[in-house]
């Protein structure tokens, strides 16, 4: 056993002895999953002991299941064991000084995005002690919430101030042992963010995880929480179209979406982690479980999502349609280049009457890119008049690329009206001709078909998100053509 | 405004055009007539710039420049307009925000600021009327669903919100009823100055009432065989190609 780990098995067991309270002053642990990094994580953030329970039963479903191979994407095996489980939040000055040390790459994209400079140094990691705008907005915005009675902070501060909240929803939509990636995160997630909209309160403002300054370094295993109680409404916004330094490659994180009667929740993603270079180093794996309970009747939950970044992921934000008359969402754009993998989707599982799911997939694939929509249209027994209607849309560039799609249905109901439609497209060298023609170059001319293309997406996401997406797209798809 | 100098192009292994020789001067109205296949579609859009032919000999200036120097997007910011003989849909791409972008572009490259959204659309209705251009097609994709009357309408439209200094039109009478035709001669005609050249490809001399061209050339076999005023059109809608060709060999 070397030092270090013989150091953290010390204050794990010494924290057992003392209730996980004691103060720990090691930042990192050594790499490498087993019951006592769980217990230290768990003592690390105070948390109760139920919690750490449920971690630890999470923990030993994980090592009993097997990573799923059935996704259409390849890539090396994943060393679990190489993974250190838990760093305190970095210290500054391990981070660049100051633009200047930052990657011009990456500068490049902030100025094309128009993100401001304070921002552009937080995004990169720059150490900065000033206090910028964004701090004092999120201050006001913690005003107004806590007038409307919403609650949103990290998923520490939650543990900690709503312990009964939590206790009563956490796993309530995806269980433990839901699947491989959601095991781990159980078992492991060290933070993330949690929303409670109560009955009948309409949130006043977009929820969204940048205000959130303290969420800078949620990790690698986030765990998202939104709970909207009876007649609530919340719009929440996850990402940020500028690509943020990450060191770490895998992602694992879980959302859990909760709506109680005539409850709606929006939940839209920009989702842009870096998708390694040209010749497909580097990157991040993101392999995210996302998942909304419509459990109350009437409630309604969408997912948008504008995936642009990561190397691989895997991702199918999907809806239990328990209440009665319940209806969930999909919108996705989903773009992939170089040698970016993407297989993402949906599921709609529908279980209450005239419940009632709509999907949009949109695919673009350039370069060496694959992408894959996969999406299972479930509708059981019971789930009189259930309908659902698909649309699944790939956009091809270049003759290297591909798109694939796998749409599952299984009806258990005579009575249920499923449709599905698909086409896959290609730019064609006519219609770029046209717009050349017309005067347009055709960098803009590829932003215009493909904007186009993902327009029935586009106009589900809030306003500045849409914007910013469209642009985001644009620098994804830059030199894809021609 | 324009010299063709002994045009010579392929396509795959293809000789189409075999010595083309045309000038153009602004303010003129020219008519390119020929049978099917002569090669004039290939004409146009090699001056727009298309891909997929190889220029096996000859040259061609536009206002004083090498023409095959400039890429499709420069020659169109220059003044060069093709009217598509078969326009292409563009799912999902507004119809007036490509006008939009391409209106913006050519202003651009003439350092003139971006027309912002009020001051584009005052333009956009006011060249509507001048083709009679339904509204509903304004904000629908690029062609999409347009009717083979619609698609050559909103060509001329476009044209008349570019303005351009060269103007091609690849048989755009095709496909037009008597009632379109006329409006959009009508266009055409309004679009006339003395800073602009029309060149106008066509099958019928039926046009040629409405639009009345200085020049008419019978292009044949990737070579233009004859030229001469209006009087040639109605004596080609007489006597045939045929009567043509003989004459030239004949000369
Ligand atoms: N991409 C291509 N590949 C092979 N042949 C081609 C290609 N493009 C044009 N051609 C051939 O070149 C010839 C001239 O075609 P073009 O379209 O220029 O004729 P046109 O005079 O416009 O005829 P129309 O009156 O029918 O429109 C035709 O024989 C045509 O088949
Ligand atoms: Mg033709």
């Given at each position: 056993?070397?030092?270090?780990?013989?150091?953290?098995?010390?204050?794990?067991?010494?924290?057992?002895?003392?209730?996980?309270?004691?103060?720990?002053?090691?930042?990192?642990?050594?790499?490498?999953?087993?019951?006592?990094?769980?217990?230290?994580i768990?003592?690390?953030k105070?948390e109760?002991?139920?919690l750490?329970?449920w971690r630890?039963?999470a923990?030993?479903?994980?090592?009993?299941?097997?990573?799923?191979?059935?996704?259409?994407?390849?890539?090396?095996?994943?060393?679990?064991?190489?993974?250190?489980y838990y760093?305190?939040p970095?210290?500054?000055?391990?981070?660049?000084?100051?633009?200047?040390?930052?990657?011009?790459?990456?500068?490049?994209?902030?100025?094309?995005?128009?993100?401001?400079?304070?921002?552009?140094?937080?995004?990169?990691?720059?150490?900065?002690?000033?206090?910028?705008?964004?701090?004092?907005?999120?201050?006001?915005?913690?005003?107004?919430?806590?007038?409307?009675?919403?609650v949103f902070c990290s998923f520490s501060e939650a543990v900690q101030n709503h312990?009964?909240l939590v206790?009563?929803y956490l796993g309530?939509v995806v269980?433990?042992?839901?699947?491989?990636y959601a095991?781990l995160n159980s078992a492991v997630f060290t933070d993330g963010s949690f929303c409670f909209?109560?009955?009948?309160?309409?949130?006043?403002?977009?929820l969204s995880t940048y205000f959130r300054i303290n969420a800078a370094n949620t990790g690698q295993f986030e765990r998202t929480l939104i709970v909207?109680?009876?007649?609530?409404?919340?719009?929440y916004l996850e990402g940020?179209?500028?690509?943020?330094?990450?060191?770490n490659?895998?992602h694992a994180a879980v959302v859990e979406l909760?709506?109680?009667?005539?409850?709606?929740?929006?939940y839209?993603t920009?989702?842009?982690?870096?998708?390694?270079?040209?010749?497909?180093?580097?990157?991040?794996?993101n392999?995210v479980t996302k998942r909304?309970?419509?459990?109350?009747?009437?409630?309604?939950?969408?997912?948008?999502?504008?995936?642009?970044?990561?190397?691989?992921?895997?991702?199918?934000?999907?809806?239990?349609?328990?209440?009665?008359?319940?209806?969930?969402?999909?919108?996705?754009?989903?773009?992939?280049?170089?040698?970016?993998?993407?297989?993402?989707?949906?599921?709609?599982?529908?279980?209450?009457?005239?419940?009632?799911?709509?999907?949009?997939?949109?695919?673009?694939?350039?370069?060496?890119?694959?992408?894959?929509?996969?999406?299972?249209?479930?509708?059981?027994?019971?789930?009189?008049?259930?309908?659902?209607?698909?649309?699944?849309?790939?956009?091809?560039?270049?003759?290297?690329?591909?798109?694939?799609?796998?749409?599952?249905?299984?009806?258990?109901?005579?009575?249920?009206?499923?449709?599905?439609?698909?086409?896959?497209?290609?730019?064609?060298?006519?219609?770029?001709?046209?717009?050349?023609?017309?005067?347009?170059?055709?960098?803009?001319?590829?932003?215009?078909?493909?904007?186009?293309?993902?327009?029935?997406?586009?106009?589900?996401?809030?306003?500045?998100?849409?914007?910013?997406?469209?642009?985001?797209?644009?620098?994804?798809?830059?030199?894809?053509?021609? | 405004?324009?010299?063709?100098?002994?045009?010579?192009?392929?396509?795959?292994?293809?000789?189409?055009?075999?010595?083309?020789?045309?000038?153009?001067?602004?303010?003129?109205?020219?008519?390119?007539?020929?049978?099917?296949?002569?090669?004039?579609?290939?004409?146009?859009?090699?001056?727009?710039?298309?891909?997929?032919?190889?220029?096996?000999?000859?040259?061609?200036?536009?206002?004083?420049?090498?023409?095959?120097?400039?890429?499709?997007?420069?020659?169109?910011?220059?003044?060069?307009?093709?009217?598509?003989?078969?326009?292409?849909?563009?799912?999902?791409?507004?119809?007036?925000?490509?006008?939009?972008?391409?209106?913006?572009?050519?202003?651009?490259?003439?350092?003139?600021?971006?027309?912002?959204?009020?001051?584009?659309?005052?333009?956009?209705?006011?060249?509507?009327?001048?083709?009679?251009?339904?509204?509903?097609?304004?904000?629908?994709?690029?062609?999409?669903?347009?009717?083979?009357?619609?698609?050559?309408?909103?060509?001329?439209?476009?044209?008349?919100?570019?303005?351009?200094?060269?103007?091609?039109?690849?048989?755009?009478?095709?496909?037009?009823?008597?009632?379109?035709?006329?409006?959009?001669?009508?266009?055409?005609?309004?679009?006339?100055?003395?800073?602009?050249?029309?060149?106008?490809?066509?099958?019928?001399?039926?046009?040629?009432?409405?639009?009345?061209?200085?020049?008419?050339?019978?292009?044949?076999?990737?070579?233009?065989?004859?030229?001469?005023?209006?009087?040639?059109?109605?004596?080609?809608?007489?006597?045939?190609?045929?009567?043509?060709?003989?004459?030239?060999?004949?000369?």
């Amino acid at each position: 056993m070397t030092d270090e780990t013989a150091k953290v098995e010390e204050l794990v067991h010494k924290e057992y002895e003392h209730g996980f309270v004691t103060d720990i002053d090691t930042d990192t642990v050594a790499p490498g999953l087993n019951e006592d990094v769980i217990a230290l994580i768990s003592a690390k953030k105070e948390e109760p002991e139920w919690l750490l329970e449920w971690r630890l039963d999470a923990f030993r479903h994980w090592t009993r299941m097997t990573e799923p191979g059935w996704a259409h994407v390849h890539y090396p095996t994943i060393d679990y064991q190489a993974i250190s489980y838990y760093s305190a939040p970095k210290a500054k000055e391990d981070g660049p000084k100051s633009l200047d040390e930052v990657d011009p790459k990456l500068l490049e994209t902030y100025e094309k995005l128009g993100i401001p400079l304070h921002e552009q140094k937080m995004l990169a990691g720059v150490a900065v002690d000033a206090v910028f705008d964004s701090v004092s907005v999120a201050t006001t915005f913690k005003e107004k919430l806590a007038d409307a009675g919403v609650v949103f902070c990290s998923f520490s501060e939650a543990v900690q101030n709503h312990p009964d909240l939590v206790r009563e929803y956490l796993g309530s939509v995806v269980p433990v042992a839901d699947n491989y990636y959601a095991a781990l995160n159980s078992a492991v997630f060290t933070d993330g963010s949690f929303c409670f909209i109560p009955k009948n309160t309409r949130c006043p403002m977009e929820l969204s995880t940048y205000f959130r300054i303290n969420a800078a370094n949620t990790g690698q295993f986030e765990r998202t929480l939104i709970v909207a109680e009876e007649g609530s409404y919340v719009s929440y916004l996850e990402g940020c179209t500028a690509p943020m330094r990450d060191e770490n490659q895998l992602h694992a994180a879980v959302v859990e979406l909760v709506a109680l009667d005539n409850a709606e929740i929006k939940y839209s993603t920009v989702q842009n982690w870096y998708p390694g270079d040209e010749n497909g180093v580097g990157g991040i794996y993101n392999f995210v479980t996302k998942r909304g309970d419509c459990r109350g009747a009437g409630s309604r939950i969408s997912w948008t999502q504008v995936e642009t970044g990561s190397a691989i992921t895997w991702k199918y934000p999907s809806c239990i349609l328990r209440g009665d008359n319940s209806s969930g969402e999909f919108y996705s754009v989903a773009v992939t280049n170089n040698y970016q993998q993407a297989d993402t989707g949906t599921k709609m599982i529908h279980l209450g009457k005239n419940t009632r799911s709509t999907i949009i997939s949109k695919g673009i694939s350039a370069g060496k890119a694959q992408n894959a929509y996969r999406g299972l249209v479930k509708i059981s027994k019971n789930a009189d008049n259930a309908r659902n209607y698909t649309q699944c849309d790939s956009l091809l560039m270049g003759d290297t690329c591909g798109a694939h799609t796998f749409p599952y249905i299984e009806t258990g109901n005579a009575g249920a009206i499923v449709e599905h439609e698909a086409t896959t497209s290609k730019i064609s060298d006519d219609q770029l001709f046209y717009c050349r023609q017309r005067g347009i170059d055709e960098e803009d001319a590829v932003n215009m078909i493909v904007n186009g293309f993902c327009k029935d997406v586009f106009k589900e996401l809030p306003m500045e998100f849409a914007v910013e997406a469209q642009k985001l797209l644009n620098i994804t798809l830059e030199g894809a053509v021609g | 405004m324009l010299t063709i100098k002994d045009l010579q192009v392929r396509v795959e292994e293809k000789q189409i055009l075999k010595g083309l020789n045309l000038s153009v001067n602004a303010g003129e109205v020219h008519a390119i007539m020929g049978p099917n296949g002569s090669g004039k579609s290939t004409l146009a859009n090699i001056l727009a710039g298309k891909d997929g032919y190889d220029v096996t000999g000859g040259a061609v200036e536009y206002e004083g420049r090498d023409l095959f120097e400039l890429s499709p997007e420069e020659r169109a910011r220059e003044g060069i307009f093709l009217a598509f003989q078969y326009p292409v849909e563009i799912p999902g791409v507004n119809n007036i925000y490509l006008l939009k972008a391409a209106l913006n572009a050519i202003r651009a490259h003439r350092g003139q600021p971006p027309l912002d959204a009020v001051e584009f659309l005052q333009v956009v209705r006011q060249r509507m009327q001048l083709v009679k251009m339904d509204e509903s097609l304004l904000n629908r994709s690029v062609n999409e669903g347009f009717s083979g009357g619609e698609k050559k309408r909103n060509e001329i439209f476009q044209m008349a919100v570019l303005e351009p200094r060269l103007a091609i039109l690849d048989e755009t009478d095709s496909g037009l009823d008597i009632d379109a035709l006329k409006t959009v001669a009508e266009g055409v005609n309004t679009l006339r100055a003395e800073s602009r050249a029309i060149v106008l490809v066509t099958h019928y001399q039926r046009l040629l009432n409405y639009i009345a061209p200085d020049y008419v050339h019978v292009l044949s076999d990737g070579k233009i065989i004859r030229s001469g005023d209006r009087g040639l059109a109605v004596e080609l809608e007489e006597k045939g190609y045929d009567w043509v060709r003989q004459g030239a060999k004949a000369a």
